[in-house]
């Protein structure tokens, strides 16, 4: 997961791919109503900040089709700047 977060930062930083390709939004939790719910996704040891793993939440929610996403769990593991969390992923 590492060297994939490191690699998507590299091409995001030379150009190589927009943050405007990710399609999938983060929504809250009074606005799914009405939502079709399409499946569950789950990070871990995603290295550095809260923003890196929900940049890492978006890529994934966007490879699964979803168009949007809703952020259940996060969490930091035991090693610092390691985290982990699932999300709900909405059509």
Known sequence: MKRS???TSLLLSVGLITTAA????DVAADRVTG????????VNGIAGSVQD???MIALKADEQGASYYRII?????HQADSWRAQAI???
């Open 5 to 7: 977060l490191a690699l």
């Open 73 to 77: 769990q996060m969490q930091e593991n």
């Open 22 to 25: 990710q399609s999938a939004e």
């Open 35 to 42: 939502l079709n719910e399409i499946g569950l996704i789950s």
């Open 53 to 55: 793993v929900e940049k």
């Open 89 to 91: 992923l909405y059509a």
